[in-house]
T-cell receptor
Framework: DGGITQSPKYLFRKEGQNVTLSCEQNLNHDAMYWYRQDPGQGLRLIYYSQIVNDFQKGDIAEGYSVSREKKESFPLTVTSAQKNPTAFYLC????????????FGPGTRLTVT | KNQVEQSPQSLIILEGKNCTLQCNYTVSPFSNLRWYKQDTGRGPVSLTIMTFSENTKSNGRYTATLDADTKQSSLHITASQLSDSASYICVVSANNNNDMRFGAGTRLTVKP
């Protein structure tokens, strides 16, 4: 998983609760990404950050929030506003922008009931 | 409509056999195309990357092809092994690489 860790691997929450997923990398990469993976669909970009203290919305940012206070860390908060939060969440990083391979973490499976 | 379409959706083959997975895309302007292998419950791992000028690239038993004119790519796996059982995802990037489009993947099962 190339120096990217995500925790926990499995997470269970009750509907209406916010939950934060952790993503840490020790690759000294500038850019970090959050994706959501659902069965039968390609990965969809939630948020990405090209540099510390900066982040941009992806295709499906509604109901999610992020922060990038440190280069190594890019936590994702799934808020109660997210209508269908149960999914597999993947974090990735690249050295910068422009043609680099993405290194993915092992993922977090979130189940909201 | 997804800009990256993969086929088949799933595939079952016997150990030792070869197989070919397909990826058609409409992403433009094209920058590069990657094939990833994703084991169940894990993050994807890159197998190959192909740029506009490359037609074929191999990585061990994996060989990727790219036809930029028809916007098609294939991933050929030779002499399959049980450990090849995974999802194979095609990812096409536009010029800035922050516009990456993911296919839904092909689920390959290799049986003994």
């Amino acid at each position: 998983d190339g120096g990217i860790t995500q925790s926990p691997k499995y997470l269970f929450r009750k509907e209406g609760q916010n939950v934060t997923l952790s993503c840490e990398q020790n690759l000294n990469h500038d850019a970090m990404y959050w994706y959501r993976q659902d069965p039968g669909q390609g990965l969809r970009l939630i948020y990405y950050s090209q540099i510390v203290n900066d982040f941009q919305k992806g295709d499906i940012a509604e109901g999610y929030s992020v922060s990038r206070e440190k280069k190594e860390s890019f936590p994702l908060t799934v808020t109660s506003a997210q209508k269908n939060p149960t999914a597999f969440y993947l974090c990735a990083s690249t050295p910068g922008v422009g043609g680099y391979e993405q290194y993915f973490g092992p993922g977090t499976r979130l189940t909201v009931t | 409509k997804n800009q990256v379409e993969q086929s088949p959706q799933s595939l079952i083959i016997l150990e030792g056999k070869n197989c070919t997975l397909q990826c058609n895309y409409t992403v433009s302007p094209f920058s590069n195309l990657r094939w990833y292998k994703q084991d169940t419950g894990r993050g994807p791992v890159s197998l190959t990357i192909m740029t506009f000028s490359e037609n074929t690239k191999s990585n061990g038993r994996y060989t990727a092809t790219l036809d930029a004119d028809t916007k098609q790519s294939s991933l050929h796996i030779t002499a399959s092994q049980l450990s090849d059982s995974a999802s194979y995802i095609c990812v096409v990037s536009a010029n800035n690489n922050n516009d990456m489009r993911f296919g839904a993947g092909t689920r390959l099962t290799v049986k003994p």
